[in-house]
Nanobody, 124 residues
Framework: QVQLVESGGGLVQTGGSLKLSCVAS????????IGWFRQAPGKEREFVAA????????NYADFVKGRFTISRDDAENTAYLQMNSLKPEDTAVYYC?????????????????WGQGTQVTVSS
């Protein structure tokens, strides 16, 4: 069992930045690929970014390419999502997820564990 706890959300103006953190409860964190997803009110949860177990391979949803960066620090059991040039349409609850696999995935059901989410609100 892996517990994931997100933090770093908040209220920011358009064009601002936030850095989300996802801390895992287990030292085996390095065995998991990590994904970030988001869910806006009334919408489906959607893929944002993912990083492979070794941190080398990343992939992003088209709508965040060039603005968001996913990274991980296995010594700290933590994954990050750096979000720059934020837009009002980025407003959502952001979730991290862990997958017992080498590669990340864009598919929600591929992930084994989920955090409780952190709210990001971008004002216009």
């Amino acid at each position: 069992q892996v517990q994931l706890v997100e933090s770093g959300g908040g209220l920011v103006q358009t064009g601002g930045s936030l850095k989300l953190s996802c801390v895992a409860s287990r030292r085996s964190f390095s065995n998991y690929a990590i994904g970030w997803f988001r869910q806006a009110p009334g919408k489906e949860r959607e893929f944002v970014a993912a990083i492979s177990r070794n941190g080398i391979t990343t992939n992003y949803a088209d709508f965040v390419k060039g603005r968001f960066t996913i990274s991980r620090d296995d010594a700290e059991n933590t994954a990050y999502l750096q979000m720059n040039s934020l837009k009002p349409e980025d407003t959502a609850v952001y979730y991290c997820a862990a997958r017992w696999a080498f590669a990340g995935s864009r598919i929600k059901s591929d992930y084994d564990y989920w955090g409780q989410g952190t709210q990001v609100t971008v004002s216009s």
